[in-house]
């Protein structure tokens, strides 16, 4: 059972964190949103604007944590704060809420089974950056059925085009270089996959989705349909990976699935690097009867000898989709919407839950 907020109308809210990232990600506007029902602290910690590294774990980092938790109803990390244990838990007997602005899935900054042992609500709103993304989704489609990435190569090359423009007629982007009416599989429908279904809808396509985590009434509700995975690779014009990186989901494109795929397919990856077998991958595009448009790789950043950046077929961006300056203090909002949301005994939208993949 979850703990709920005391009855007194201004909670304590606590923000955890380095202040070289809060400067980017935390705007006046949110603040005085926060502060019309809660008192804000914030404990700061030493460290860059955003990073990937484990957080720190030193007795001191852990014990300031412990101490600042003692009376608080909320408790927001980011970049810098130690990870948040059983023990920190424990310590703060009024929190009901814990946020990660930053993106928690495999419970580095938050013990997310402990949370839930304890009754206190996770919540994740690494969202903020889902618009951009499918964005950039629907831009590396378009990409990939006009062969814009090998058009690129020419004409940087010096190549003048076309003097004979009957080659057109061979090349993919002349023969399949309309969206409007294809089909598109989504290797997952999250957050991300829901905006790039609506960016979708002017084209008429026909979206196919596995996703084993999408209730049967997503089907209705977005007019697609859902199946298996070997289904969405076969069957699909454009597939598009958008399965974030668990356990569960490494490798999860792996040979067979990526010989499933009709030759002209467009195959796009949004999402991380290592859910695609990457060795098969460039074995089946050196055949180059696929088109990829790939924002991320395994490994990251791609290998300045990797034989993807040789490619004709192959349009690469490095690991830009969610990085945009409108997305960033995005995160810290819909943080503030969510302890809002928690605070008035509502259910949060963006809960995150244990899990074992």
Request: proline share 7%; glycine share 10%; hydrophobic share 45%.
């Amino acid at each position: 059972m979850n703990r709920t907020p005391d009855s007194p109308a201004l909670k304590t809210v606590g923000i955890a964190g380095t202040p070289a990232s809060w400067e980017r990600y935390v705007t006046p506007t949110s603040i005085e949103r926060l502060r019309r029902t809660a008192e804000v602290r914030w404990l700061p910690y030493d460290g860059p604007d955003r990073g990937s590294d484990p957080p720190p774990a030193d007795v001191d980092a852990v014990g300031r944590l412990h101490d600042f938790v003692t009376d608080l109803d909320a408790l927001v990390v980011g970049y810098g704060s130690p990870r948040v244990t059983a023990e920190i838990l424990a310590a703060g007997k009024r929190l009901v809420v814990v946020g990660d602005t930053h993106g928690d899935r495999f419970a580095e900054r938050v013990d997310v089974a402990a949370a839930h042992d304890a009754g206190v609500l996770v919540v994740d709103t690494t969202n903020g950056s889902s618009d951009p993304v499918a964005e950039w989704a629907l831009a590396l489609i378009l990409i990939g059925l006009r062969n814009a990435g090998a058009h690129f190569r020419r004409l940087i090359d010096g190549e003048v085009l076309w003097p004979d423009r009957t080659v057109f007629q061979s090349d993919p982007g002349y023969l399949r270089g309309e969206l409007t009416g294809k089909t598109v599989g989504l290797v997952a429908a999250g957050l991300i996959g829901r905006r790039l279904i609506e960016l979708l809808r002017p084209f008429g396509v026909h979206v196919l989705v596995s996703d084993p985590g999408v209730p049967d009434l997503l089907a209705g509700i977005y007019d697609l349909d859902l199946t298996d995975l070997d289904t969405v690779m076969a069957r699909s014009d454009v597939v598009v990976c958008l399965a974030p990186l668990t356990t569960a989901t490494k490798g999860l494109i792996g040979a067979e699935q990526i010989r499933a795929m009709r030759p002209g397919t467009v195959f796009v990856n949004v999402s991380r690097g290592a859910v695609v077998d990457s060795e098969a991958l460039v074995e089946r595009l050196a055949t180059g009867d696929l088109i990829a448009c790939l924002d991320v790789f395994d490994p990251e950043p791609i290998a300045a000898d990797s034989p993807l950046r040789a490619m004709d077929n192959v349009f690469l961006s490095p690991h830009i989709a969610g990085v945009t300056a409108a997305a960033e203090p995005r995160f810290f909002d819909l943080m503030v919407d969510e302890l809002g949301r928690v605070f008035a005994g509502y259910r949060p939208r963006f809960p995150l839950l244990p899990r074992n993949g």
